[in-house]
């Protein structure tokens, strides 16, 4: 139950109209999102230059205070609507930041989400917003398998982006997530369009391990284990053979 909406006895109204909450320090809370997605065979994510500071001219990831009567969930809608364009994207909450250094300002709590989007759609939100200071980062996953450790960030030409704050870690424990899920849970599919060729599939799963797959043994893991629907169309936009088209078998299983 709300505990906003729930009876409260009358003991509990007495020791709530004295209580006197500015005797303890508050700890602000935040929201930062990690919109990942896979192009040209890497893992990218969506940065902002930050035009304040600290940090002044680094870039951030998508983030906003969280607001007093305000849940975490709708604060991470709320980001992804206000500084990026997007809804009714696969969103999953990730892990708490709390250490106390790690933003100069204030103690600073950070609730981190991660974003699942099909690269078309995360770069068509790029472009409608115009801003020269939202751009797409290339991950640089400097360790193999899920061992873990900070994440950096690389332009289109391969020059490094300064990160803010602790974003790197924030970026390390997001790659270490979905590579942990992605052999039992179907987060993949939520890279790629409605209806995909199963060396599309592949190389998305490519992309978030950081390796190479066997296609023969991946096409059959894939097939026996029920998850793709063949939709009996072949791809139109290929010189060579056409390769058949599938779709998931049922997305709310993610």
């Known amino acids: 139950m709300n505990e906003k909406t729930r009876d409260w006895t009358d003991d509990e109204l007495a020791f709530l109209a004295g209580y006197d ?123 193999p398998g899920e061992t873990g450790g900070p994440v950096g960030a690389v332009d289109e030409r391969g020059a490094p982006l300064q990160l803010a704050f602790d974003h790197a870690e924030i970026l390390g424990v997001a790659v270490k997530r979905i590579r942990g899920k992605l052999d039992y849970a179907t987060i993949g599919f939520e890279l790629l369009p409605t209806a995909f060729s199963l060396r599309d599939l592949r190389l998305v799963h490519e992309a978030i391990l950081g390796r190479a797959l066997n296609k023969d043994s991946f096409r059959r893991r894939i097939l026996d284990r029920g998850l793709v629907v ?16 599938y779709r998931f078998a049922d997305r709310s299983a993610t």
């Not at 990831?61 to 969280?66: A, D, E, Q």
């Not at 063949?230 to 088209?245: F, I, M, S």
């Open 21 to 143: 909450a500015s005797r303890y320090p508050r700890p602000s809370v935040a929201v930062d999102v990690v919109l990942l997605s896979v192009r040209d065979g890497d893992l990218w994510t969506l940065l902002g230059r930050r035009h304040e500071q600290p940090g002044k001219g680094r870039w951030a990831l998508p983030g906003g205070f969280v607001g007093f009567d305000e849940p975490l969930d709708a604060t991470a809608s709320r980001v992804l609507v206000t500084k990026v364009g997007l809804s009714d994207v696969f969103t999953e909450q990730l892990y708490t930041f709390g250490s106390a250094g790690r933003d100069p300002r204030t103690r600073v709590i950070s609730v981190a989400y991660y974003a699942l989007v099909e690269p078309a759609l995360l770069e068509r939100a790029v472009e409608v917003r115009h801003e020269a200071d939202l751009r797409l980062g290339r991950l640089a996953v400097p360790w």
């Open 230 to 245: 063949a939709t009996g169309e072949r791809a139109t936009d290929v010189g060579h053979r056409p390769p058949e088209l």
